[in-house]
């Protein structure tokens, strides 16, 4: 799950975290506020997620997370690193940054390989458990997975 549905997701928490319990249901005269409750979690499901990163702000996005991450690795270590690359990312010289850049690309593209391997298995089996519902009875699981195989959204509700 993205860092961004945890974050819808908390404060569609937040906001049932404020509708009465059972036991005060019958103490609380309803005035609306479990409606708005709801319209309020069907207004925060409904921002829409910031736009995915262009492959260039990523690769640089990586490079200054790796470029920070050795800084502080180094000092924690006890290793001194060049005076001229203790900076931010933004003030390296240009010669580090094409290095950092570089770097996170190569970083990225492991990151990648090792995911279309899963991603491959994830296919693998799906079509397993969709085959296992071409062959015998379908179930929901295998109504599922022929959702996905075609290359659409599940919605995690029912089959």
Not at 22 to 30: I, N, Q
Not at 74 to 83: I, S
């Amino acid at each position: 799950m993205s860092s961004w549905n945890r974050g819808i997701d908390a404060a569609c928490e937040a906001v049932r975290g404020c509708e009465p319990t059972e036991d005060t249901l019958d103490d609380e005269p309803d005035n609306g506020t479990t409606i708005l409750r709801h319209e309020a979690i069907a207004a925060i499901r409904a921002i829409p997620a910031p736009p995915a990163p262009t492959e260039e702000e990523l690769v640089e996005r990586v490079a200054c997370a790796m470029h920070d991450a050795y800084e502080e690795a180094a000092k924690r270590a006890g290793w001194e690193t060049q005076e001229r690359c203790r900076v931010t990312y933004d003030d390296l010289p240009e010669s580090n940054k094409v290095t950092m850049l570089a770097t996170a690309r190569a970083a990225l593209a492991v990151v990648r390989e090792h995911d279309a391997g899963e991603v491959e298995r994830l296919r693998e089996g799906l079509e397993k458990i969709a085959q296992r519902g071409r062959d015998n009875t379908p179930f929901g699981g295998c109504v599922i997975a022929e959702h996905l195989l075609a290359g659409k959204r599940w919605d995690g509700g029912e089959p």
